[in-house]
């Protein structure tokens, strides 16, 4: 994922539904620097590439597109996001690197690195 | 379909399991592929059944571990099927009821009756096993059967993504049972 893909703060508070011209707006009077987005898909029983560069405060989306309830449940129990069929969830993350499942189908495995 | 299509397709029903073990080749050569209306129809057949023990469980379990298995079962199950009926409309192809599909309801109702009589830990040991063993049963008919044979390719991308999962209820399956023993 790019850094470059989602550039805000405000936006994500907002629920990402602001016209582009609001977006822009919004960024441009943030007084926080601005969070990167990172998007992980989950598809067909399994969770798609890592992002990398990813650092603290930076928000995880993750979107589920099977037709499956799954979870991203932290082993060290820090998150544990339920994700319904179809569903999209934003997190915002910490600094640190989490190994994390999927608590129905506990094969689903991955590890989310955040500088 | 014709009789000794059929026949075949009963045949390889059977040939999926015992293909962990061993197979003939003049098996495997003759084997021709069974139509995309029957694999339909079997993986139906194989979730309906699923479910239906899975809200037998819920009716009778009070173990809660247990009940979120049979809970999970319902809602993936459920998934798979509403995907496959989906399907089914867009290919506009009639599911075809066939012995392998007739073979699986059978066996599945004699085992809900079986463990219909059985209450509390017995009835989740019982219950669970039968999930490890069943689910082992339909992920060698689709890795051995129904994938290869499958010519549609979003049949064949459901299937796979099917296997995938019964693979993880197998192993959830097989969990919970090393927990009751
Ligand atoms: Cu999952």
Known sequence: MFRTMILIASLALAGGSLPASAATKAAQHATAPAHVVHVIVIDKMQYGPMPTDVHAGDIIEWVNHDIFEHSATARDGRFDVDLKPGATVRMTTVAGTTAFFCKFHPGMTGTLVVK | ?181
């Open chain 2, 1 to 181: 379909m014709n009789k000794p299509l059929f026949a075949i397709a009963v045949a390889l029903g059977i040939a999926s399991v015992a293909a962990v073990h061993a197979q003939a080749p003049a098996a495997v050569s003759r084997a021709p592929a069974i139509n995309d209306a029957q694999i339909a129809n079997i993986v139906y057949t194989a979730d309906q059944i699923d479910i239906t023990a899975a809200k037998q469980a819920l009716k009778k379990s009070r173990n809660e571990d247990v009940r979120a298995f049979a809970k999970e079962m319902v809602r993936d199950h459920a998934a798979v099927n509403a995907q496959a009926l989906t399907l089914v409309k867009k290919l506009d192809v009639t599911p075809e009821n066939n012995p392998t599909s007739e073979s699986l309801s059978k066996g599945a109702a004699a085992e809900l009756k079986k463990l219909a009589v059985l209450k509390g830990a017995a009835y989740d040991k019982a219950y669970v096993d039968n999930e490890v063993a069943y689910h082992k049963t339909v992920n060698a008919a689709l890795s051995g059967t129904l994938i290869p044979a499958a010519q549609n390719a979003q049949l064949k991308s459901l299937l796979e993504t099917g296997l995938k999962l019964f693979q993880e209820h197998q192993m959830h399956a097989e969990h919970l049972a090393r927990q009751l023993h």
